[in-house]
Structure formats: C-alpha cells, structure tokens
C-alpha cells in the first residue's frame, strides 16, 4: 500500500465510509429485517426496562442487547432500529484496536505503520463489514473474542477470562475460542529454546509421529510447570465451569428455538471453510507464501499421502454431507445460489469438488505453517473444527471468528498484495451493499420485501 496513507488517514476514510453507508442502509431499510424482527424488539424490551420477556424465538443469550442499552443510556427508551444498528458502529473500532495490538504481539517484525495497515484492511473483511449495518451480534462478537485473546498475549488472564464471557453472551460457540486462547496461552509458557524441542514451526512436520511427539512434550512440559499452569488456567476454567452450569440449567447449549440448531456431524463444513479462507485470502497468501512452496512439485511418498487425503475428502463428502432445509429454500442468501450452483449440473458436483478442497486447505496451510507452530495449527484446528462442524447450516457467518484468527495468525503481505486484498474486499464489500439495498425482490407466498445477503 503507498506509503503516503497514514494510519490516521485509513481509520478517517473508513470511519466516513461506514457513517456514508449507514445512513443510506438505515433511509432504505428503516424497518427490522430478517433476524433483526427478534433482536431489535428484544433490545427495544430492554429499553423500557422490561428485563424478563424474552423471545422465545431468539438463541443467543443478551449480550447484544445489554451493550446497545448502555451505550445508549441517555437516550432510553428512545432506542429505534437506526439507533441500535449505530450502536454496533462501536465494534469495528474495538476490533481495529485488538487486530492492531495482536498484530505486534503475534508479528513483532512489522513496524507499527505496517501493523496498522494489515489491521485496517482485515477489519474491512466482507462477512465482517457486512452485518456492522444490521444489527446482528456478529460485530460485538468478533470484537470480544479477539479483544479477550488480545488480553491473554499481554498476560491478563482475568480480564481475558472476562471477555470471553461477555464475547460468550453474544455466541454460544465463543466458549470453544476461550479454550483455544488458553491452550495457545499454555504453549508460551515454555521457554524459545525448550518450545523449540518439542513443538517446531509447523512448515517442518513431515511426520504424523512428530505431532504424537509434540503432545507429549506439551504434556510434559506442563506438568513440569504445574504451579503455574494453573494460575493461568483458573479464570478459565471458572468461565467453563459457569458455562457448563448454563448448559445443564438451560438444557442445551440454544436459547429459545432449537429445532433448526439440532447438532450434526457436519464434517464438510472443514472443506467449505478452506474453500472460503482460500478465497478470501488469495492475495495475503501470494504475498505471505513463496510460489515455489505453494507449487512444491509432490514426490512419490507425497503423491500417496495425497491420495490418502483425497479418499478421505471423498469419504466425508459422501458420510458427512448435511443438506440443511433452509439451504434448499432460503434463497435470499448467496449460499442458495452457490449450492445450486454446485449440483445443477450432476448429483456427483459436491464429490468433483474434493481437489478443491485439497488445494485450498495446501494454501491455508501454508499461511499458517510459515509463522506458527505444529501444535498451535493443531489447536487452531481442532477450535475450528468443534465451532463448524455441529452446524447443520452452510452459513458463512459462522466463519467470522475462525477467519479473523486464521488471518491474524498468518504470516502478513505488504506491498502490492496488501492493497490487492483491500481492493478485493473493497469491491466485495460494493456489491453485497449494492445488492441488498438496490436489488430488492418480492415473493410470491410472503408479503414485504426481500434483499440479498450474506
């Protein structure tokens, strides 16, 4: 990106960009839409300090609510849709802040204006961007969650533990990245030299063997460490425990209406995640990644590790494909037409995807490998995995907090292919706006307007 942009100039133009957006977005859909008829009268309950109905059709828990209230304190009970979308204004810079901070702690190589601008286009992220103008939980979510990591790197563990609860009242799912910074958070407490030994960047793993290897040496180096181990690990602990509470007194893990949120071995949804990463990313990767790692030409062992792989690809496509109703039906979102897409043609389309996936999650692994280590993407990847592949639903929102984290971590692109990537969420961003305020549709067995979304 030209050095001429300062940091300051990138935070005014996007500032301006979103105030710009917003006021348009709220003059065109003044009225809730689609999951704001349950969030927005739900806060609005709030706001006239009806604290104890609850709509029974919501499944998150209230944080959304709690901090539109507070921010707007003084102006209660005034909270119209405008009012409460802007409150969600307030994340994107929270989350500026936290990618900014963790950026030094995670690339300390970088200089602060190079920090700044990786932050400044990462915040820009599509899925992210988006739903700032509705007013969804997304925003305060991502915010918290990386907020509470941010808090962890910088040995605050009780306030880390803190965040993440509050991150955890705006998504159930928040619990498992709790988990995820505390195991990243016990890697550090070994020393360069002795991490070195039995957990290398994960660029070196040849070896299913060197993985086993590592987690014993994990193991062993905790247990070496115990004392301390758990004065960390107790803020966190007490957040899982006052969640598995919650669990038992309500249930289940969903608020409300369960019937569409009933847990699956959705396994496919790892694939679909890569696939989307990859995409999303194709430039930070270029700039992060020699080509000649990406196009490392495969010898006769790595053919047949490929080949293992791709029976397993094809194997879960096959056992743990799940075709949600709302997939098939809902066709105000772009996963109806992606899925169309994909099995138009032949039923055998999601199986001719199986290279695909392949190729894509080779890429993502390498972002990650060049900059962390095996046990990291391990742990990484298992976060990942337990946020997924329960869903039953192929939605792109929940990629949010998996993505973030994943770019974060990766080794950063400067240059040229930053500002390709800004440019590619750029037009992203133009077209989905463009699409869902400009191209309204209507259907024919529901009253009202329909818009296209994420």
């Not at 957040?239 to 919650?246: N, R, S």
């Not at 409300?256 to 430039?283: C, E, K, T, W």
């Not at 066709?331 to 039923?347: G, K």
């Not at 869902?436 to 329909?450: D, E, I, M, N, S």
């Amino acid at each position: 990106m030209s050095a001429s942009i300062s940091p300051a100039a990138l935070v005014g133009m996007h500032l301006v960009v979103m105030l710009f957006v917003a006021s348009i977005w709220n003059k065109t859909v003044s009225e809730p839409y689609m999951d704001e008829i349950f969030h927005i009268p739900q806060a609005q309950r709030y706001c006239q300090g009806d604290y104890w109905t609850w709509d029974p059709k919501l499944t998150t828990p209230p944080g959304l609510y709690v901090i539109s209230n507070i921010l707007l304190a003084v102006l209660r009970p005034l909270c119209s849709a405008p009012l409460l979308r802007l409150t969600n204004m307030v994340y994107p810079f929270m989350t500026l802040y936290a990618i900014d901070n963790l950026l030094k702690e995670l690339h300390p190589q970088q200089t602060r204006r190079q920090r700044f601008r990786s932050a400044a286009v990462i915040i820009s992220f599509p899925l992210l961007w988006f739903f700032n103008f509705l007013y969804y939980t997304d925003g305060g979510s991502a915010a918290f969650v990386l907020l509470s990591w941010l808090a962890a790197k910088q040995r605050h563990h009780f306030l880390s533990a803190v965040t993440s609860a509050i991150a955890v009242t705006f998504r159930q799912t928040n619990i498992i990245w709790s988990l995820f910074i505390l195991g990243t958070t016990l890697l550090e407490l070994s020393s360069t030299t002795e991490r070195r030994r039995f957990d290398p960047k994960a660029a070196f793993l040849h070896s299913p063997f060197q993985i086993v290897k590592s987690i014993l040496g994990f193991v062993q180096m905790l247990l070496s460490k115990l004392p301390t181990v758990l004065v960390v690990a107790i803020p966190y602990l007490g957040l899982l425990g006052g969640f598995v509470a919650f669990v038992r007194w309500n249930g289940g893990i969903v608020l409300g209406d369960r019937s569409n949120h009933v847990p699956v071995m959705h396994v496919v949804q790892l694939f679909y995640f890569a696939v989307f990463s990859a995409g999303m990313s194709i430039f930070a990767i270029l700039g992060a990644v020699p080509i000649a790692r990406l196009l490392k030409w495969p010898n006769a062992r790595s053919l047949t590790v490929i080949g293992v792989l791709l029976a397993v690809v094809l194997f879960c496509i096959d056992k743990f494909t799940y075709v949600h109703p709302f997939l098939l039906a809902d066709n105000r979102h772009y996963t109806f037409y992606i899925w169309r897409l994909v099995t138009r043609f032949h039923a055998a389309g999601p199986y001719l995807l199986a290279p695909v996936y392949l190729i894509c999650g080779w890429c993502c692994w390498q972002a990650l490998a060049t900059e962390q280590t095996i046990l990291w993407v391990l742990i990484y990847g298992v976060a990942t995995a337990l946020t997924l592949i329960p869903s039953p639903l192929l939605e792109f929102r929940y990629f949010i907090a998996p993505y973030l984290i994943y770019r974060i971590s990766m080794r950063q692109p400067r240059g040229v292919w930053l500002l390709l990537e800004l440019l590619t969420y750029v037009a992203i961003n133009a077209f989905t706006v463009y699409m869902f305020l400009y191209r309204p549709f209507k259907w024919t067995h529901q009253a009202g307007v329909q818009r296209f979304m994420w």
